[in-house]
């Protein structure tokens, strides 16, 4: 067993021996991607494509390794002529497309996006670079298309899913529209992506997601709700109240305001701000209490949306104050 093993490794070997360099090659460029040593990329792979100019897999990592840099024009060439030395690979094709990008050459570049997906329906990459350039030149159904059928084999990619509800808005379906940034926001729900995307959502009308001022932040959270006529946080809202906590005992200075909306009864309004206080408190002990101040009106909030007047029922607003 031990010899038939052995016999089949060796003969492995032998299948591959043309390929030990390119295994070599792309060791080297990996450990130099890995540590962001663009610089070394450029050094090693440049004296390797001066030894043997017509290697495809060495003019690309070079081509690669200059695009990293920032080095646009130097990086075209070799992957011109890994692209034509290996016409076969989408990587090659795919990055002499980003070349093409990154130079302005935005016909170019959507040829090679085809040419990979002609070749390779399912690269992603490909399919998502169009789709971009499809929507930023106006083509918003082709770019739709093209952002649904990444999303229904990666559904949780987040640039086709932030820039499909884009295309929505742009195509004016705003019911699709508005579940799409929902969608995003589910999955994404901080940083600056996701404060845009709340911005979206409160346009049309939608203020399950709101930005709120957090000293130098915008903290994007999702909708604090409560139990029916109660002054209880339901449980699947208590996340964002959480991270207000934590984003206030990372202030050494400054106060929480704590609004609280409740048409028609401002006893539960004012119940509600409290029961947020006593949340932050239990969560954070390090808090002083006396930095989170309460506010409360038995009236709804009065909320503008592209110019339109929307009265909210219910809400909470959190914002910092003082923290300078």
Known sequence: M?????????????????TMTGLESSFKASRYFNTADYQKGVEVFREKV???????????YLGRFY????MHGEALPYLKRAAYLDPGDTDNQFWLGVAYGVVGDEKRERIQYRRVLDMSSSHSKSRLYLAHLQLKSG???QALDNYDKIINRYPYNAAALFNRALALKLTRKHKKEREAWLTYLKYYPSGFLAAKAADHLNILGDFSYRNHPFGYRTVTLKEIAFKPESADIAFDSRESPRLAGAVLA??????????VYDAGNETLARQRAVSIKRFLTDEFPV???NRIILSWFGTPEVLYGNSTKYENSESVRLYLTDWR
Do not use: H, K, W
């Open 2 to 18: 031990y010899i038939r093993t052995g016999m089949i490794l060796l003969v492995s070997i032998l299948v591959a021996g043309c």
């Open 50 to 60: 001066r030894a043997n100019p017509r290697n495809a897999l060495d003019n690309y």
């Open 67 to 70: 695009l990293a840099e920032g």
């Open 139 to 141: 083509q918003y159904q």
């Open 250 to 259: 990372n202030f050494t200075r400054g106060n929480l305001m704590v609004t």
């Open 287 to 289: 808090l002083d209490s």
